[in-house]
């Protein structure tokens, strides 16, 4: 499996091609930082077991499988599991985004 930071919007999914989007939430410097990946070549018991290494106990994740329907071509997302932090739903609230070289290595 290969990972990308960025999530799965960083970069383009080929039609046959299923990518996983992992985002986890930890806690720093007083708030939530977001980690973004993009999970390509695996299946989602790779995926999952990519979210239970890279997720802190006190961390929060969400779990989509992002395709490109045969069809249309448009993009496409599912979710599968995790919660955003309760205080990022709902109303947009200020979060940082984890700089890729200081993402936490469990």
């Not at 290969?2 to 299923?18: L, S």
């Not at 939530?32 to 070549?41: A, M, N, P, T």
């Not at 239970?52 to 395709?67: M, S």
């Amino acid at each position: 499996m290969q990972v990308r930071p960025g999530g799965a919007r960083e970069f383009e999914t080929p039609v046959d091609e299923v990518v996983f989007e992992v985002v986890v939430w930890t806690r720093e410097r007083g708030g939530w930082v977001e980690h973004d990946y993009g999970l390509v070549g695996g299946d989602v018991h790779d995926a999952v077991e990519f979210v239970r290494f890279r997720t802190p106990e006190d961390g929060q994740y969400e779990l989509r499988v992002c395709f490109r329907d045969d069809a249309t071509g448009n993009g496409m997302s599912v979710w599968l599991s995790g919660r955003a932090p309760e205080e990022l739903r709902g109303e947009p609230q200020p979060y940082a985004r984890a700089d890729p070289d200081d993402r936490p290595r469990n």
